[in-house]
């Protein structure tokens, strides 16, 4: 999709002026235009993030043939395996200097890889090995590695403003969200089952590479004031021993397994337990999404108005609230599942998005500290943690269903004590996981004035 049409989605949602003043006093113009180019590699990686929690592993479970449990080990080694890749990536990266910039070839790069990963994992046929499925899975995660950590290393030099970073990465996450509505759209479209997989397979394919390039080409790319970052694993002791570090990776930690479970379990838990055939849980699946996409101006004006962490410990006790409600459904009342849905989805967007500004926040902290720009690095480390957050509900939750004699095959007649069991995993870890991150949230100690002092000094030294 082109990021015109992108901006024209979601610009005037956003709709602060594209003029900010940075905390030490530099003038940033962020256009509409600029910022939609920035995001828009976000579809691809939705239109792959989203079947990967939710359609990919039943799909392979169920009409592919493989066993479930391998299906829970193959998606586990790939992510295990992938973990390193994120960090080393953007160590290399933000040690890149090139006439083409630090993070473009390797965004070209990771759009092509994306693509060509797409075409083996969602074409795949019934009858596929363990061990093809892994090799398939595992080239898709490199393309999307490439893709994500270069987007988001580059993102973080957009703009060095408190309240602008929470824009920046409001619009990458809503157009992550309108990527998966545009992916769900597609496969109801074309009727779900193994053809709609093969539509969000086609919608990674074109998009991956023009999306990347229309990055590369639309949007600046400034020059690195900071020292290349060392290699070694001394780096990442520091920034280990940094509590501001520590604590975002706790709350992404804890903000990414809750969404985790709840997408993996999704269909599991509103075709088996409330008797909505695929069709319908897409349907609910994409107002949720749209619901999320629709309350995103509502988290940056609270963002700006109290400071990013006290907007995300509201999100995260709403959130709570929220999911914990959905316990209380009716079998097949669709009608009442779908406002719930809704309101179930106003908080999706916040702790991806005001995460990731306020881990630009500690960076610069880092960069007052040490001299060194460690973007790309920073950044991948909240992958990689997603990464194992997404991974880890699979690889428990999918064994524990088949211990407790859960069956996912579609129209399978399960006992009450299974559907019960499912229903638990379902609801309260991921209630308290987000109540859990709330509390954290709420004693973040880096707010707007702190990061004010922070930018006058780097201003200053830079000067």
Not at 10 to 25: A, C, E, L, Q
Not at 174 to 199: C, N
Not at 204 to 228: D, F, G, K, N, Q
């Amino acid at each position: 999709m082109p990021c015109s049409i992108v901006a024209v989605c979601i610009g005037r949602r956003f709709g602060h002026s594209p003029r900010g003043r940075s905390s030490g006093g530099e003038k940033t113009l962020l256009k509409r235009s600029t910022l939609a180019a920035f995001a828009g590699p976000g579809l691809p990686i939705a239109a792959v993030g989203l079947p990967m929690i939710v359609y990919l592993p039943p799909y392979y479970a169920g009409t592919l043939g493989l066993d479930l449990a391998v299906v829970g080990l193959v998606f586990f080694l790939v992510r295990a395996i992938d973990l390193p890749l994120d960090p080393v990536l953007g160590h290399w990266m933000d040690r890149t200097r090139s006439r083409h910039g630090r993070y473009r070839p390797w965004l070209i790069a990771g759009g092509l890889t994306l693509a060509a990963g797409a075409w083996l994992v969602f074409m795949a046929e019934p009858g596929i090995s363990a061990g093809a499925a892994f090799a398939f899975l595992m080239l898709l995660y490199v393309g999307l590695s490439l893709t994500m950590v270069a987007q988001l290393g580059w993102g973080a030099t957009l703009s060095g403003d408190y309240h602008q970073r929470s824009r920046i990465f409001s619009w990458w996450m809503a157009v992550q969200l309108l990527g998966m509505i545009l992916v769900l759209v597609l496969a109801a479209l074309v009727g779900g089952g193994p053809d709609g997989i093969r539509a969000m397979g086609w919608f990674v394919i074109a998009l991956a590479p023009l999306t990347t390039l229309l990055m590369a080409a639309a949007v600046p790319e400034s020059e690195c004031a900071a020292e290349r970052p060392r290699a070694g694993l001394a780096e990442l002791k520091a920034l280990a021993r940094n509590g501001l570090f520590v604590r975002v990776i706790v709350l992404d930690i804890l903000t990414s397994i809750a969404p985790g479970i709840t997408g993996a379990m999704f269909l599991f838990y509103f075709e088996h337990r409330l008797g909505f055939d695929g069709g319908q849980a897409s349907l609910l699946l994409l107002i949720y999404f749209a619901a999320g996409f629709a309350a995103a101006p509502l988290w940056i004006a609270l963002a700006k108005r109290t400071g990013k962490h006290r907007a995300l410990a509201v999100a995260g006790i709403c959130f709570a609230c929220f999911h914990f409600s959905l316990s209380l459904l009716p079998p097949a009342g669709f009608l009442v599942a779908a406002p719930a849905m809704a309101i179930a989805g106003l908080p999706y967007i916040a702790a991806p998005s005001l995460l990731r500004a306020m881990m630009n926040d500690a960076s610069d902290v880092d960069r007052l500290e040490t001299g060194l720009d460690r973007n790309a690095l920073i950044q991948a480390l909240l992958t990689t943690t997603q990464k194992i957050s997404y991974a880890l509900p699979v690889a428990i939750i999918y064994p524990v269903l088949g211990l407790i004699g859960f069956d996912p095959r579609p129209g399978h007649h399960n006992s009450d004590e299974a559907i019960f069991g499912m229903t638990l995993l379902f609801i309260v870890p991921p209630t308290l996981l987000i109540l859990a991150a709330a509390w954290v949230a709420s004693r973040w100690p880096l707010d707007r004035a702190a990061h004010a002092r922070v930018q006058a000094k780097l201003a200053a030294r830079q000067a």
